[in-house]
């Protein structure tokens, strides 16, 4: 049973980081890259980042570059998201997700087979 499994999510004040994990397990995924994605209620889910096979290729959507970095230790099956100077916008929940697609740089939802369930994040102001 494939599974990819968030962690690190909870309350942080503005300006506050956060580091969120995503363990997999069932599958290597380190031939496949590796996406976050996050929802707020009411809202489509929408691209954070994204990062190719080794780790050496990364992308970010404009709202969170310079603040959120993606990374992965392929050893561990496991991908990274630190999230510095968090706003409340960023407040969401937030999904690891690993695509099979033989690429990498994919932003839409539909492009990505295994989804974690999610890990709350929460930003006051």
């Known amino acids: 049973q494939v599974q990819l499994v968030e962690s690190g999510g909870g309350l942080v004040q503005a300006g506050g980081s956060l580091r969120l994990s995503c363990a997999a397990s069932g599958r290597t995924f380190s031939s496949d890259a590796m996406g976050w994605f996050r929802q707020a209620p009411g809202k489509e889910r929408e691209f954070v980042a994204t990062?190719?096979?080794?780790?050496?290729?990364?992308y970010y959507a404009d709202s969170v570059k310079g603040r959120f970095t993606i990374s992965r230790d392929n050893a561990k099956n496991t991908v990274y998201l630190q999230m510095n100077s968090l706003k409340p916008e960023d407040t969401a929940v937030y999904y690891c997700?690993?695509?099979?697609?033989?690429?990498?740089?994919?932003?839409?939802?539909?492009?990505?087979?295994?989804w974690g369930q999610g890990t709350q994040v929460t930003v006051s102001s």
């Open positions: 990062i190719n096979w080794s780790g050496g290729n990364t």
């Open positions: 997700a690993a695509s099979l697609k033989y690429g990498w740089g994919y932003v839409r939802p539909g492009e990505y087979d295994y």
